[in-house]
C-alpha cells in the first residue's frame, strides 16, 4: 500500500523561501512520476509540478516556473518543492501525490492514483 507523508510547510513572509518535502512507503517509488497540487482555501486543488520517474523531467504551472524547484531522491524514497520568491498568493494546503500511468509526468489531477494529506504553507504579506 503506498503512503505519501508531507512535510516542511509553515509561515514565510514574502520574498522568503520553504521547502516542503514528500516521504513516500510502498511498492517501487521510481515506478510512480510525482507531482505536488497546493488548495487555497475556497478554491479548487491545482497543479504545482511534476517529476518523471527517474528525475530527469519536470514540469511547472506557469505561476510558479521559475520561482519553485521540485526534485526526488529515489534511494530515499523522497521528493521535495524548493520554493524561493514566495508571495501571498502561493498560500494553501500543498499536497503530493504519485501517479503509476505509463505516460511522463502529468497535471492532470486525475491521472494521480495517490495523495498525501497535505501541509500548510502560508505566505504573509
Known amino acids: 500500500q503506498v503512503q505519501l507523508v508531507e512535510s516542511g510547510g509553515g509561515l514565510v513572509q514574502a520574498g522568503g523561501s520553504l521547502r516542503v518535502s514528500c516521504a513516500y512507503s510502498?511498492?517501487?517509488?521510481?515506478?510512480?512520476?510525482m507531482g505536488w497540487f497546493r488548495q487555497a482555501p475556497g478554491k479548487g486543488r491545482e497543479f504545482v509540478a511534476a517529476?518523471?520517474?527517474?528525475?530527469?523531467?519536470?514540469y511547472y504551472a506557469d505561476s510558479v516556473k521559475g520561482r519553485f524547484t521540485v526534485s526526488r531522491d529515489n534511494a530515499k524514497n523522497t521528493m521535495a518543492l524548493q520554493m524561493n520568491s514566495l508571495k501571498p498568493e502561493d498560500t494553501a494546503v500543498y499536497y503530493c501525490?504519485?501517479?503509476?500511468?505509463?505516460?511522463?509526468?502529468?497535471?492532470?489531477?486525475?491521472?494521480?492514483?495517490?495523495w498525501g494529506q497535505g501541509t500548510q504553507v502560508t505566505v504573509s504579506s
Open positions: 510502498g511498492r517501487t517509488f521510481n515506478n510512480y512520476n
Open positions: 517529476i518523471s520517474r527517474s528525475g530527469g523531467r519536470t
Open positions: 501525490a504519485a501517479d503509476a500511468g505509463i505516460y511522463g509526468p502529468t497535471s492532470r489531477r486525475d491521472d494521480y492514483d495517490y
